[in-house]
């Protein structure tokens, strides 16, 4: 089958480190996405990783290792606009379908 | 356009009843993709185009929900014969260039579907 897993709820303080974990089981793979989602708001596109190591865009980081199905999202200096869902997503099948994560519920506390 | 819309926003219909959800892609974007979020959870992967074809319709949840694209741009969402079930935002995505390389989805506002 078709699965990945994200923690259900992080909490952290304003300022602080956060990891989101995801692992995964899918039929193919074909790079590991993060998508955040406000609520009520749609999601948007935070970062990719195709290959193995880390991706750094500004406050947020992304890492993957294929070898062990896994990967993260680091978002660092936490601010209260950071409170949203993040989801995981793995394209598979030849690059035909989406799945995603469950999504992790992020709570910045001042 | 600036984005990906879609319509209607909301939508309310009665168990049985047909109903069509559309999308608009940001022009020139080849891929398209149709999602299902019941609240709190995570996003229902349904159905992928590329151009106007659809390699692949085995998300679908039944054989009552359908889409089609046109002129490679505006998908609709068909679901027959609603059930309770089907209540769920209908989201829309779309990106530049399809194949399993390029990841950045550009996401509508959704459609929220409520069957009574």
């Known amino acids: 089958g078709q699965s990945l897993e994200q923690p259900s709820e992080v909490t952290a303080v304003e300022g602080a480190i956060v990891q989101i974990n995801c692992t995964y089981q899918?039929?193919?793979?074909?790079?590991l996405s993060w998508y955040q989602q406000h609520d009520g708001g749609a999601p948007t596109f935070l970062s990719y990783?195709?290959?193995?190591g880390l991706e750094e865009t500004g406050r947020f980081s992304s890492f993957l290792s294929r070898s062990d199905s896994y990967g993260y999202l680091l978002l660092q200096e936490l601010q209260m606009k950071d409170s949203a869902s993040y989801f995981c997503?793995?394209?598979?099948?030849?690059?035909?379908?989406?799945?995603f994560g469950p999504g992790t519920r992020l709570s910045v506390l001042p | 356009g600036a984005g990906v819309s879609q319509s209607p926003s909301n939508k309310v219909t009665e168990k049985g009843k047909d109903v069509e959800l559309r999308c608009d892609p940001i022009?020139?974007?080849?891929?398209l993709y149709w999602y299902r979020q019941s609240l709190g959870q995570g996003l229902e992967f349904l159905i992928y185009?590329?151009?106007?074809?659809?390699?692949?319709k085995s998300g679908l949840p039944s054989d009552r929900f359908s889409a089609e694209r046109t002129g490679g741009s505006v998908s609709t969402l068909t679901i027959q014969r609603t059930q309770q079930e089907d209540s769920a935002v209908y989201l829309c995505?779309?990106?530049?260039?399809?194949?399993?390389?390029?990841?950045?989805?550009?996401f509508g506002p959704g459609t929220r579907l409520t069957v009574l």
């Open positions: 990783n195709g290959l193995d």
């Open positions: 997503a793995v394209r598979d099948n030849y690059g035909q379908n989406f799945v």
């Open positions: 185009f590329q151009g106007n074809s659809a390699p692949d």
């Open positions: 995505a779309s990106s530049l260039v399809a194949g399993p390389s390029y990841n950045e989805q550009f």
């Open positions: 899918t039929s193919g793979f074909y790079g």
């Open positions: 022009s020139g974007h080849t891929a």
